[in-house]
């Protein structure tokens, strides 16, 4: 450690820049941190003031300089000095705030980093201060900006600090969910191919097995306890994080010292001290030399005890750790009264009871009215005794959620036996004279007082029948009553039902009367289509009539046709035509107006009419034959007047029409008409 300081001092001296430097002087403060503490925090000073300096040249200074700040908190809160590293953690709080006003948004990024670790900073020394409110909010507040940013890593370790805070206040079942909470959340990074967020993610889930385990000791779980400590433990041996693994030989060794393996539980906490010592950390000392205090309290060495619990709230006072102050002063409450020292104990109890008080810690208030109990038991005041005993009910039943001890009843017992007691010395002494009328009137109050006890315990019997009586009765007729009103209901339901149902069949036996009328009109029209497509089909040329004339008949005139007709429809508007008549070979195609039926009777038309016009007028020009078809046309659909109103027609002249009956229809055909002489 010594030469990674002296290079990186080497190389701070001959760095100009100041962001580098920066960085420099922090990590040589971090290489002080275990050999010279007050090296340490120069550096991290330093850092900051030069950062300050050259904060208006660049936002990342602004960074640095919140860093350096950070730094300085850690450390002071890591030596108790809670004022001062809270202090250097607004510092630090504030820059970040200001970054993420900053236009880059690099810097607010960076500044939004920066307000989640500030607030992990504020809720760690609330939680060492026993302000565990203040410490619950702002972890929940820094768990979500760690959401906001997607930092996995960070929500796992605020997930399990606010667990954390409610082990701290007793509250076990929300502490157990945090934690298990957090577990899942390392656990899913433990597999990352990153090594060093992955080695982070099983120290994650061992920190998380180990706080399962304090939960099932505090509940005198304590064989599950160790084996969520050896859980634990493995992980940390697995990665060889040996300074990690104190804790777990801390608890270890309190599980230990429950199972009465007192060898073992000594062994455990030598081996944590020993690491703690050397580190330097105060708390972890406090913490090791409470735990072994109270191991030689179970062993009954209590001059050791005392001696370990004085030295560890020494400890506990310098730091200002509230939590421990009051579980220190608990334990030698205890010893004190093992010594019967009641006025020790009683005072050391009050002060615990008080300190608990302060950080709303119910198990330490518990534990103190405990001792309050025994204390004054001990002083014979059993009044005292018995209220504290109920107070010490009331805590415990909120701390563990079981049933009520038989304390508060043997204390009761305790208290009027001793009074009865004092009241019959102090008659025996007053009244030696009349010793055997005083046997007398006991015998005879003795019976009278059974008598009375069995009367009043028929009586109380009676009663007590009675009201089950009675209150079995009144049960089964509100139980009628809801059946009847259920029974109503059903009923109701069913009508409601049976209507719907007879409903819904009448309108299925509709619909499949409509669906097979549809069907029967359907096919009637199909098949009346399918008769016209035979009628259409014989009207048009076929394949062999088709060759005869182009090829036969025309002297292969047309050595090479097709025909494409394929209707979109059952039946087509579309048709060809082909006739011979002498040397002339007359053929067309023609495209009618509409598809299907509309388009069929318009292709039957003008079939009808090429085959009149062909045979029967003898015309042979393409065009007359054209103006034929058109004027026939046009008089069957009423399309064309002449001047004085009269039909264009030349088979029937001159034939009136009506004007307020003619129509502008638009029908006819498209068509493509060749006459070929075959001769020439």
């Not at 919140?66 to 450390?75: I, L």
């Amino acid at each position: 450690m010594a030469g990674n300081t002296d290079s990186l001092l080497l190389e701070l001296n001959k760095e100009r820049m100041d962001s580098i430097r920066i960085r420099l002087m922090l990590e040589v403060g971090d290489s002080y941190e275990l050999s010279n503490p007050d090296s340490q925090i120069f550096y991290y000073n330093k850092a900051a003031v030069v950062a300050w300096d050259a904060r208006a040249r660049h936002w990342k200074y602004k960074l640095l300089y919140a860093v350096a700040t950070r730094y300085s908190g850690v450390f002071h809160g890591g030596r108790g000095d809670f004022e001062k590293s809270m202090f250097d953690f607004k510092k630090s709080f504030n820059m970040c705030r200001n970054l993420t006003e900053e236009s880059d948004t690099e810097a607010v990024k960076e500044g939004r980093q920066g307000l989640s670790k500030s607030l992990v900073n504020f809720a760690g020394i609330q939680y060492y201060m026993g302000d565990y409110d203040k410490a619950a909010n702002n972890y929940l507040a820094a768990l979500y900006m760690k959401k906001l940013l997607k930092d996995k890593k960070g929500m796992a370790l605020c997930i399990n600090n606010i667990g954390n805070v409610y082990l701290a206040k007793g509250q076990y079942d929300k502490a157990l969910n945090y934690y298990q909470l957090g577990i899942d959340q390392w656990a899913a990074m433990k597999d990352t191919s990153d090594p060093v967020l992955s080695e982070e993610a099983k120290k994650g889930m061992s920190m998380g097995y180990m706080n399962l385990g304090i939960i099932q000791r505090n509940q005198n779980n304590y064989e599950e306890a160790i084996d969520y400590y050896q859980r634990s433990a493995d992980i940390r041996i697995a990665i060889k994080d040996f300074k990690g693994l104190t804790d777990c030989y801390v608890n270890m060794g309190i599980a230990y010292k429950y199972f009465k393996e007192f060898d073992k539980a000594l062994m455990y906490y030598d081996k944590a001290l020993l690491v703690f010592e050397r580190l330097g950390d105060k708390k972890g000392i406090l913490r090791v030399m409470s735990n072994m205090g109270v191991l030689y309290i179970e062993t009954m060495d209590y001059e050791k005890a005392t001696d370990l619990n004085l030295k560890s709230l020494a400890i506990a006072e310098e730091i200002g750790d509230k939590q421990a102050i009051a579980h220190i002063n608990n334990n030698l409450s205890d010893i004190y009264f093992k010594t019967e020292q009641f006025d020790k104990a009683l005072s050391c109890a009050e002060k615990a009871h008080d300190m608990a008080a302060k950080v709303s810690s119910l198990a330490e208030s518990t534990r103190a009215y405990y001792l309050l109990m025994e204390g004054w038991a001990g002083k014979g005041n059993y009044k005292l005794a018995y209220e504290n005993a109920k107070q010490h009910i009331i805590s415990n039943d909120s701390l563990k959620g079981i049933e009520k001890s038989k304390v508060v009843q043997e204390m009761e017992t305790k208290y009027q036996s001793v009074k009865k007691q004092q009241e019959i010395d102090k008659q025996q002494l007053e009244l030696t004279k009349k010793e055997e009328e005083i046997k007398r009137k006991e015998a005879e109050s003795a019976f009278q007082q059974t008598l009375s006890m069995a009367l009043f315990g028929g009586l109380l019997l009676v009663l007590l029948l009675a009201y089950f009586i009675y209150r079995g009765y009144q049960t089964k007729k509100k139980a009628n009553v809801l059946i009847s009103y259920k029974n109503g209901q059903l009923e109701q339901a069913n009508t409601e039902i049976t209507a719907q149902r007879d409903e819904i069949e009448a309108q299925r036996d509709t619909l499949d009367s409509q669906k097979n009328l549809l069907e029967r009109i359907h096919n009637e029209q199909t098949d009346s289509i399918r008769y016209a497509k035979r009628i259409q089909k014989a009207l048009i040329p076929s394949e062999e009539m088709l060759t005869d004339l182009l090829m036969k008949e025309s002297r292969s005139v047309i050595a090479d046709y097709f025909v494409y007709f394929k209707p979109r429809d059952i039946v087509s508007g579309d048709f060809f035509w082909s006739i011979k008549i002498e040397n002339r070979l007359i053929f067309c195609v023609a495209d009618c107006t509409g598809h299907g039926v509309p388009g069929a009777f318009m292709s039957m038309l003008g079939l009808s009419y090429l085959n009149e016009i062909a045979k029967r007028h003898n015309i042979f020009s393409a065009s007359d034959i054209l103006n034929e078809l058109r004027a026939s046309i046009v008089v069957s659909l009423r399309q064309q007047i002449d001047e004085e109103g009269k039909h264009v027609n030349e088979f029937n002249p001159a034939i009136p029409i009506n004007r307020d009956s003619l129509h502008d229809v638009k029908d006819g055909m498209d068509i493509c008409l060749c006459v070929l002489n075959t001769e020439t």
